[in-house]
């Protein structure tokens, strides 16, 4: 497969991941489903996914950890603009120190910290979001190898 099957077939997996997450948030009351950090979380898991970076380890504990230093925050230290930095920062050395980086993951503190989310936000959207986008990644990419010819 050329270079243009490969990159519409990414795009049109990605496109899908976050259409069944927008779909759930739309028809159950659950929650949230979907966060802007998982439009770049597709960048890597369905563009580039032998990247170290995209990995499902990567994915799913890297958001999972930031955002609960983001909750932890919210709830126990409050939020200003030295925090905003701190916890930033924490996420980033609690990622390397895990060795569970994934960059997009490192937007979670903040946009949990500015929207005041609790503790159910690492559920949905986190958690499962994250466990949605490295499932649809996986049947995508293993499709991709297949029409490859290299399976």
Do not use: C
Not at 123 to 140: D, E, K, N
């Amino acid at each position: 497969m050329n270079q243009y099957g490969v990159a519409l077939i990414s795009g049109l997996g990605a496109a899908v991941a976050i259409g069944l997450l927008s779909l759930a948030e739309n028809l159950t009351s659950a929650g949230l489903w979907l966060m802007a950090p998982f439009g770049a979380t597709a960048v890597l898991v369905f563009g580039v996914p032998d990247s170290p970076l995209a990995q499902p380890k990567n994915v799913i504990a890297g958001h999972l950890l930031t955002a609960f230093i983001g909750v932890f925050f919210v709830s126990f230290i409050g939020v200003t603009p030295f925090t905003l930095g701190l916890a930033s920062g924490l996420a980033v050395s609690v990622m390397l120190l895990t060795k569970t980086t994934h960059p997009p993951a490192g937007a979670n503190p903040l946009l949990i910290m500015l929207t005041g989310q609790s503790w159910s936000f690492l559920i949905t959207p986190v958690l499962i979001g994250a466990v949605v986008m490295v499932l649809v990644g996986q049947l995508v990419n293993k499709g991709l190898w297949r029409w490859r010819g290299t399976a």
